[in-house]
């Protein structure tokens, strides 16, 4: 029994620029995940900006929880993009949908004094995200 089956590439009927796209993304996941999970500690203090104090340990574990999510969706993003191009607009609206939930935590429900680089990333890449989730829509 094989891991994964039989390519869909041949019944995708979308812009070709939208699975690059969905490539590009998954990259852009994995990376952050990678950094998120094997190196939390400067992540949480330099690039988040975040005063540990007490509650170090708490806060490494969660950055290393979120990484754990990211390398496995980004994986599966770029699996979808290169093997699997039938499901590109589900997995580009599946993003939209992180992306959107993000940018809504960070900036309505959960606001915060200081925004960590994504919270400014995140907004523009739903936004993107929309238009290439459309475009993938689109018969070629």
Known sequence: MA???ASTNHQYRG???AAWFLLLSGFLEVVPGLIHYFIPLPAAE???GLALGHNAALVIGMFSWTGAVQIPF???LMLVAVRFRSLVPL???LNFLERGLM???AWVLYPAPHHPPEAYV???SAAVLLVFFLLSLRTA
Do not use: D, M, W
């Open 3 to 5: 891991v994964l089956p």
């Open 122 to 124: 995140s907004p523009v």
């Open 74 to 76: 980004g994986l599966a």
């Open 91 to 93: 997995f580009l609206l």
């Open 15 to 17: 812009a070709n620029i």
């Open 46 to 48: 330099q690039i988040a």
């Open 103 to 105: 940018t809504l935590a």
